[in-house]
């Protein structure tokens, strides 16, 4: 779960490495797995520094697998250890499960675990363009809990594409999205089941409207998504004035905006979802939408607890 005891943990993995880690860093350096491609790296980060090439970690969940076997260190980050850095990108798991960019695991991996090429000395930085991907998709999320994006990644320290550096797998230049692409990054509205209720919870008081509902159908209409209700919607909150809910309780539609995919909408559209929203230019636009997978008792014992909010 994406939450703010996830994103504590980033700041304290960054700025508080251990003792222990520090003493399994000079271990890893002098062990048998290094590759003999080695150099000695000079940067105004990090000084002079000895560069190896090392086996990407089986168990670095972030980037086994990512495409390469070896990593160079120290990474971009000034982890001098695989340890180090395996230990410390686990931090930045849950930020995958959001899905706000298809390219966040590359440019992530690009930090923690940089390519080794023997015939470049140093790691070889993400490009900016990617950077700057990334970051207009993930710091809303990110914002949502209370954290900005963190200066390690500040994307001005990535060169701009005139020189070597990795970039996204897709088109940089930020075209709009091909009917091959769009809805291949899940809303960030429609929150897995694990982490929906705790959202919701905690967007209920931050939300103009909330409602128990019945979903007859949907529909994609330019770029946005269109939720029809089935039946007569249960209205947990308003925050707006009488006049201004019949006029939205009339439009019979609900919106996702930017045609993102959303699990919720998967499948039959069978049992009660629980929306979170606002009104933006005379419509009714979803900001939580959670489809309840558990039993009718336990979602009547669930509104209770919403409606007892102090609001």
Not at 51 to 75: A, D, F, H, Q
Not at 177 to 194: L, N, R, Y
Not at 289 to 298: N, V
Request: proline share 8%; with cysteine; charged share 25%.
């Amino acid at each position: 779960m994406f939450n703010l005891r996830s994103l504590c943990v980033i700041v304290l993995l960054v700025s508080s490495p251990s003792k222990a880690d520090e003493e399994a860093a000079a271990e890893d350096d002098e062990g048998p797995a290094a590759n003999p491609v080695s150099d000695f790296v000079t940067s105004p980060e990090f000084g002079t520094l000895r560069s190896v090439c090392k086996p990407v970690p089986n168990t670095m969940g972030l980037c086994s697998g990512i495409g390469y076997g070896e990593m160079r260190l120290p990474n971009l980050l000034g982890h001098d250890s695989a340890r180090e850095a395996q230990q410390q990108s686990a931090a930045w798991m849950p930020l995958l499960g959001k899905h706000c960019h298809p390219d966040t695991r590359r440019f992530l991996c690009s930090l923690f675990a940089p390519v080794c090429l023997p015939e470049v000395t140093a790691p070889v930085s993400p490009c900016r363009s990617l950077c700057e991907a990334v970051r207009d998709a993930c710091l809303p999320v990110m914002s949502a809990f209370g954290f900005p994006w963190p200066e390690m990644f500040n994307c001005s320290r990535f060169p701009d594409g005139s020189e070597l550096c990795i970039p996204g797998e897709r088109d940089q230049t930020r075209a709009e999205p091909t009917d091959a692409t769009k809805g291949s990054v899940m809303c960030e509205v429609c929150s897995p089941d694990s982490e929906g209720e705790q959202e919701i919870q905690q967007n209920f008081c931050k939300s103009q409207f909330a409602f128990r509902l019945r979903i007859g159908s949907w529909s994609v209409v330019r770029t946005d998504v269109r939720v029809v209700p089935q039946g007569r919607s249960r209205v947990l909150r308003w925050a707006g004035g009488p006049e201004e809910q019949q006029a939205a309780m009339d439009q019979s539609a609900l919106w996702l905006p930017h045609g993102c995919s959303c699990p919720a909408l998967d499948g039959q559209l069978t049992g009660s979802y629980i929306a979170l929203g606002h009104m933006q230019n005379g419509r009714m636009l979803l900001r939580r939408l959670l489809k309840w997978s558990r039993d009718e008792k336990e979602l009547k014992k669930f509104i209770r607890m919403l409606l007892r909010q102090d609001c």
